[in-house]
């Protein structure tokens, strides 16, 4: 029996809403039966250079607070410099995207270059009309 394959999600998670939830639950299938989930936080000083502002909630509290879903195997601190680092540690056999999550410049050549050979997957939207938390800040 192989051992079961790990998949890494990224994230801010900032208000966690049904839409974050329902990603776990379609990254944790994406790996199959015994599959393990791993989430990445987007530090603070991140996510203020990608999103011009500092989250409603720390990454300590936003760490804390997914370590409680179920669907959620390990959750870990992005890195500060080095976006790629993380998923070099961790090996993943999957990296599952938001549908609307943008990869860093260089990201499949990066992959390759580190010889990480994992598959790259684009999830479904759940209801981003309704969830999506720059609407849901507003």
């Known amino acids: 029996m192989p051992p ?3 998949v890494i999600v990224f994230g801010t998670f900032d208000i966690l809403h049904p839409g974050h939830l329902n990603f776990f639950s379609q990254a944790k299938k994406a790996g199959g039966l015994d599959s393990k989930l791993v989430v990445v ?3 603070d000083l991140n996510v ?3 999103k011009g ?3 409603i ?3 300590t509290t936003r760490l ?3 370590k409680k879903v179920q669907e959620v195997d390990d959750v870990l601190m992005g890195d500060l410099k080095d976006k790629i680092s993380i998923i070099e540690k961790t090996r993943p ?3 599952c995207l938001g549908y609307d999550q943008e990869l860093p410049e260089n990201f499949e050549a990066e992959l390759k270059k580190r010889n990480i050979k994992a598959e790259v997957r684009r999830l479904n939207a759940y209801q981003p009309d309704k969830f999506k938390s720059s ?3 507003q």
């Open 41 to 43: 936080i987007g530090r």
């Open 57 to 59: 909630n720390n990454e």
């Open 53 to 55: 502002l500092f989250p």
């Open 48 to 50: 203020k250079q990608a």
């Open 135 to 137: 609407k849901l800040k």
């Open 93 to 95: 056999d999957i990296i």
């Open 4 to 6: 079961p394959k790990k």
């Open 64 to 66: 804390l607070r997914v």
